[in-house]
């Protein structure tokens, strides 16, 4: 689904990324691990095309995506959500929602006015996909409530949700744990389990929670100073020497 081919992202003197090389297979959870200072989310901003690789080539299936910027990867399905959820506080849960679709015909003035009986059948099938996604994620009850007033984990499901507005075909995520309390971290470790297993969805998972990423991830690729350490199962990393030396050994 997605293939990181020796990517570097260099700035001034110092090399974030160096060399990193891995893929993402379909229908698959892969978990992507290392210390602080790794080189993790400079690659994934890198995939979602938020910087620019100094070299090496990132293809989405086989179309050459390296460079795009984010709206473009948007489109193509490629999406992220952030260690700090980005919602938009004075909208409500539902709305952070409809406003997901790319190319609404309601945001064209000229249509609004002369196609306004399609502009609503779209909204009104937007609001039912939305309300699809809220049950999903048991965000229901908080349909109609500014997302400003969520709690940290009710945020990381909605930008979960979000996500899934457009049908993805690739889903990373950043630190999905961080900030969450242990029930909301089942629930939301149970959805990531769900959307995989029952819609096939892919995922590119960021987090320190090594007990939450062996439960979640097929495969985990551990990262230390910009390169990548060592790949398999969480059984074979943590019985890798290096990557007890450069990580396990020290958490």
Known sequence: MLTIDNVSKQFAGVRAVDGCSFQVEPARITGLIGPNGAGKTTLFNMIAGFIKPTTGRIALKDQDVTGLPPH???KLGVVRTFQIPREFGRMTVLENLM?????QLGENLIASWLR???VLAEEDNIRRKADEVLDYLNLTHVRNDLAQGLSGGQKKLLELGRT???DPEVILLDEPGAGVNKT???ELSDIIERLNQERGCTFCIIDHDLELMDRLCDRIVVMAQGKVLAEGTMATVRQNTEVQAAYLGNV
Do not use: E, G
């Open 116 to 118: 306004w009986r399609k």
């Open 99 to 103: 406003i997901v679709p790319p190319q």
């Open 72 to 74: 473009q990867l948007f």
């Open 164 to 166: 899934l507005m457009i």
């Open 184 to 186: 909301l971290l089942r």
